[in-house]
């Protein structure tokens, strides 16, 4: 359950769950490419803004963020660490 990226902190212990998931390690390279993700509004690649890393149920890392021309929420599935 994901309540975005700033109403986790208003929420009790027991329903924040991600501050207990681990954080897969990112390079600086890896971040700049991940921050370019497909708008489905716009059609086009875009970099996102205000980025940041999620992890799905299933483990997977995600980078979250707006398209900056229509505001759109975007995401990019992330490579698993090996």
Request: proline residues 7%.
């Amino acid at each position: 359950m994901h309540f975005g990226k700033h109403r986790t902190k208003d929420l009790p212990a027991e329903l924040n769950l991600q501050r207990d998931l681990p954080q897969p390690a990112m390079t600086t390279e890896d971040v700049a490419k991940a921050r370019e993700a497909y708008c489905v509004k716009c059609k086009t690649k875009r970099h996102m803004l205000d980025t940041y890393q999620v992890l799905a149920k299933n483990g997977t890392p995600m980078m979250k963020g707006t398209c900056p021309v229509c505001s759109t929420g975007m995401n990019k599935i992330l490579p698993r660490e090996k």
